[in-house]
């Protein structure tokens, strides 16, 4: 099926440092989803967007919807620790199927 | 209200065997949609069911199949299991109107393991 390109593959950081990281598809999405999955567990939610051009926060994450609606990056400021884990990106739209990146790993260095 | 539960957590077959796996998703949500993880492979889609009826399909051979039940619950089937079945299960729930905002929720996942 269709796979959404997600860049960067892997990155480490130092703790403190700001992470960016994007997806972006060929094909136009009514939602996109952000996720982050530990270990041996299922992917977590973190930022549902809705509209072109969406700014959204959770806490030290910020994600954007692109206004092409081809397009979306997380934002993660002032990394610890506990960041550490694979963020996942999927776009959705009306036919109810997701579609999803590849994943990126996070390393953060103490 | 209570998340995606998805038993067992963890399983162990052998070459040859089937396995079914369950699936409850969140309280008022249809849609449940299965999908095999692999290191390599990433989260490759394998069906979704929406109000007892499969409504998309991933590529994935014959062997692999699933139901919904009336109260939304899912399960799925892998039969004559093979090596490379070996992979953790994810099953996610949503809303599922088409036309809807898209949100969808994972369960803990099945690591199966194939002996």
């Known amino acids: 099926g269709q796979q959404l390109n997600q860049s960067p593959q892997s990155m480490f950081i130092q703790e403190g440092e700001d992470v960016s990281m994007n997806c972006t598809s060929s094909s136009i999405f009514n939602t996109w989803l952000w996720y982050k999955q530990d270990p041996g567990e299922g992917p977590v939610l973190l930022i549902a967007?809705?509209?072109?051009?969406e700014l959204t926060s959770n806490g030290r994450l910020t994600a954007q919807f692109g206004i092409t609606r081809k397009d979306s990056f997380l934002n993660i400021s002032a990394s610890i620790p506990s960041d550490v884990g694979i963020y996942f990106c999927?776009?959705?739209?009306?036919?109810?199927?997701?579609?999803f990146g590849s994943g990126t790993k996070l390393n953060v260095k103490p | 209200k209570a998340g995606v539960t998805q038993t067992p957590r963890y399983l162990i077959k052998t070459r040859g065997q089937q396995v079914t796996l369950s699936c409850s998703p969140i309280?008022?949500?249809?849609?449940v949609s299965w999908y095999q993880q692999t290191p390599g492979q990433g989260l490759q889609f394998l069906f979704e069911y929406f109000s007892e009826t499969q409504r998309n399909k991933g590529n994935f051979p014959g062997r692999f199949s699933g139901r919904q039940f009336s109260n939304s619950r899912s399960e799925m089937n892998v039969s004559t299991l093979e090596l490379g079945d070996s992979a953790l299960y994810l099953c996610a729930s949503s809303l599922g109107e088409r036309g809807g905002q898209g949100e969808q929720f994972f369960g803990p996942g099945t690591r199966l393991t194939v002996l």
């Open positions: 967007l809705y509209k072109a051009g």
């Open positions: 309280s008022g949500h249809r849609s």
């Open positions: 999927a776009g959705h739209h009306n036919f109810n199927k997701f579609y």
